[in-house]
Nanobody, 126 residues
Framework: EVRLVESGGGLVQVGGSLRLSCASS????????FGWFRRAPGKEREGVSC????????HYANSVKGRFTITSDNATNTVYLQMNDLKPEDTAVYYC???????????????????WGQGIQVTVSS
């Protein structure tokens, strides 16, 4: 069974930090690019950050560059998103996703993915 399970969301104040985790199972971790996408109320889904573990290619949305860091752990098939200096506009449901042989700069800007997690809420309050 293919599974992507997110954890680590919650409520933080402006300037705070959170680390999201995406635990994957049921498919070959090394054959996929992974991404974090988010959807805020009334807005289109946005690719936040994506990574391909085999060669370390990473993409970040301009809105999170310098604040968010994506990493992957091949030993545990887990992808992380460290979010620092959080802002109200970061409030959204965050989704972990995976795309077979995805190329992060393109995958992260696209509308589709092979697999999606259920999503977790991140709320940044003033």
């Amino acid at each position: 069974e293919v599974r992507l399970v997110e954890s680590g969301g919650g409520l933080v104040q402006v300037g705070g930090s959170l680390r999201l985790s995406c635990a994957s199972s049921g498919f070959d971790f090394d054959d996929y690019a992974f991404g974090w996408f988010r959807r805020a109320p009334g807005k289109e889904r946005e690719g936040v950050s994506c990574i391909r573990n085999t060669d370390g290619i990473i993409h970040y949305a301009n809105s999170v560059k310098g604040r968010f860091t994506i990493t992957s752990d091949n030993a545990t098939n887990t992808v992380y998103l460290q979010m620092n200096d959080l802002k109200p506009e970061d409030t959204a449901v965050y989704y972990c996703a995976a795309e077979w042989r995805g190329f992060p700069p393109y995958y992260c800007r696209g509308p589709r993915s092979d697999y999606w997690g259920q999503g977790i809420q991140v709320t940044v309050s003033s």
